[in-house]
């Protein structure tokens, strides 16, 4: 299976790049995160793309996610209503990059309640571009790749934010 290969191999890169000062990691899900990072990387120079696994683009997007995914995050999916998925954040998020995308999408369809998965390409990015408050309202945070478990729990609140191993056993 190449997915016990990648992920190690995927995990030093944003180990090793994260020490990096003034630097953008991105990391994109699918071919149209992909062309943003490089559009990214031609603009400032200071980018570095890690690009595992992604397919074409499964996923609808409009204009404001586009313009959204250029500060590093934006919403992807909402199990409720995704007219609507930038008017409120839903008390459950699953942060995700890469090849995590499509598993977080299937567990928000399953969750019995409000869920939203929001594509974090550049957590760094995304969380210095933020407004502290636009997460008040959620009452858990799954991150669904564990090196960026402390940056989202900066922002988002210790208390909030867990592992996505952490909430498949509760």
Not at 26 to 48: F, H, K, T, Y
Not at 97 to 126: C, M
Request: proline share 4%; aromatic share 10%.
């Amino acid at each position: 299976n190449d997915d016990l290969l990648q992920q190690p191999a995927i995990n030093l890169a944003l180990e090793s790049c994260a020490t990096l000062k003034n630097i953008s990691i991105w990391r994109p899900c699918d071919i149209v995160e992909a062309i943003v990072s490089v559009q990214q990387a031609m603009l400032s120079g200071n980018v570095i793309i890690i690009a595992d696994a992604f397919s074409p683009s499964k996923y609808h997007r409009d204009i404001d996610d586009m313009e959204r995914m250029i500060t590093g995050g934006y919403c992807l999916f909402d199990s409720q209503d995704a007219n609507s998925k930038y008017n409120k954040v839903a008390p459950l998020i699953f942060l995700a990059q890469g090849t995590e995308i499509a598993s977080a999408i299937n567990y928000a369809k399953e969750y019995d309640g409000h869920a939203q998965v929001w594509s974090l390409p550049s957590p760094s990015r995304f969380f210095n571009s933020i407004e502290p408050k636009q997460f008040a309202n959620v009452e858990r945070a799954v991150v669904c790749h564990g090196l960026y478990w402390k940056l989202c729990a900066h922002h988002i609140g210790t208390d909030k934010t867990i592992t996505l191993d952490e909430f498949t056993t509760t």
